[in-house]
C-alpha cells in the first residue's frame, strides 16, 4: 500500500528566508511524487514531480524539491520565501509498484509566511 | 489555455436528496479525476476514467456515488440520497493520460453542503 506522510501541520518562516516542507513516503514499487499548493477556496495547482533521473526537482514560483530514496523522502524547498507564498502545500504519490494511477495524498502543510 | 471547470461552485442540499456535480476537463486530455476533500478526511480518491476503458470505482465510499464520463470528454458525478458525511469540496482534475508521470490539473472544486 502506498501513504504519504506530512509530519507538521504547519510550518511559520519569515519572509526572506529559506523554507522546507517535509514529506516522506511508503510505496511497494518506485514512486512518483508530486508538489501541489492550494490557495485559499482554489483548487490544486501543480508544483513540480519527481518521476525519475536527478534527484533535485525544479517547479515554478522558484520552489525545489529533493527526492531521497534513502530517507523516503521528498521535501520541499526554497531559498527565499515571500508572503504571497503563505498557502496550503500537499505532497503526493502514484506508486508504481501497483496498477492504481490515483494520487495518494498527505494530509497537508499550512505554509505561513510573516513579512 | 482553458483549465479544468466545475459547476455548480458551492451547492446546498437537503439531506436525502440527489446532486450532480459536473466537471469539464481540459482540452485533449484523456484521463480524468474525482477526488473529494474533508477536513476530516484530507483528499481522497473517488474515481478516474481513461478514454472508453472501464472507470476504476476503487474510491467510491459506497454505492450511493456515482460517475459518468459522456463521449470521452464532460463528467458528472452523482451522489443518491445525500448524507451530512457527503459535506465536502468536490474536486475534478484531468491529465495527458494515465500512464507515465503525469501530472493532473484540477478545477476549483465544488462546495458541497447538506443540511
Known amino acids: 500500500a502506498q501513504s504519504v506522510a506530512q509530519p507538521e501541520d504547519q510550518v511559520n518562516v519569515a519572509e526572506g528566508n529559506p523554507l522546507t516542507v517535509k514529506c516522506t513516503y511508503s510505496?511497494?514499487?518506485?514512486?512518483?511524487l508530486f508538489w501541489y499548493v492550494q490557495y485559499p477556496n482554489r483548487g490544486l495547482q501543480f508544483l513540480l514531480k519527481?518521476?525519475?533521473?536527478?534527484?533535485l526537482v525544479k517547479g515554478s514560483y522558484g520552489f525545489e524539491a529533493e527526492f531521497n530514496k534513502s530517507q523516503t523522502s521528498f521535501h520541499l524547498k526554497k531559498p527565499s520565501a515571500l508572503v504571497s507564498d503563505s498557502a496550503l502545500y500537499f505532497c503526493a504519490v502514484r506508486d508504481t509498484g501497483n496498477s492504481g494511477y490515483a494520487l495518494n495524498f498527505g494530509k497537508g502543510t499550512s505554509l505561513l509566511v510573516t513579512p | 489555455g482553458a483549465g479544468v471547470s466545475q459547476s455548480p461552485s458551492n451547492k446546498v442540499t437537503e439531506k436525502g436528496k440527489d446532486v450532480e456535480l459536473r466537471c469539464d476537463p481540459i482540452?485533449?486530455?484523456?484521463?480524468l479525476y474525482w477526488y473529494r476533500q474533508s477536513l476530516g478526511q484530507g483528499l481522497e480518491f473517488l474515481i478516474y476514467?481513461?478514454?472508453?476503458?472501464?472507470?476504476?470505482k476503487s474510491g467510491l465510499p459506497s454505492d450511493r456515488f456515482s460517475a459518468e464520463r459522456t463521449g470521452g470528454s464532460v463528467s458528472t458525478l452523482t451522489i443518491q440520497r445525500t448524507q451530512q458525511e457527503d459535506s465536502a469540496v468536490y474536486l475534478c482534475?484531468?491529465?495527458?493520460?494515465?500512464?507515465?508521470?503525469?501530472?493532473?490539473?484540477f478545477g476549483p472544486g465544488t462546495r458541497l453542503t447538506v443540511t
Open positions: 476514467f481513461q478514454g472508453n476503458s472501464a472507470p476504476d
Open positions: 519527481y518521476i525519475t533521473g536527478d534527484n
Open positions: 482534475a484531468s491529465s495527458l493520460a494515465l500512464a507515465g508521470g503525469r501530472e493532473q490539473y
Open positions: 482540452s485533449g486530455h484523456t484521463a
Open positions: 510505496v511497494s514499487g518506485n514512486p512518483y
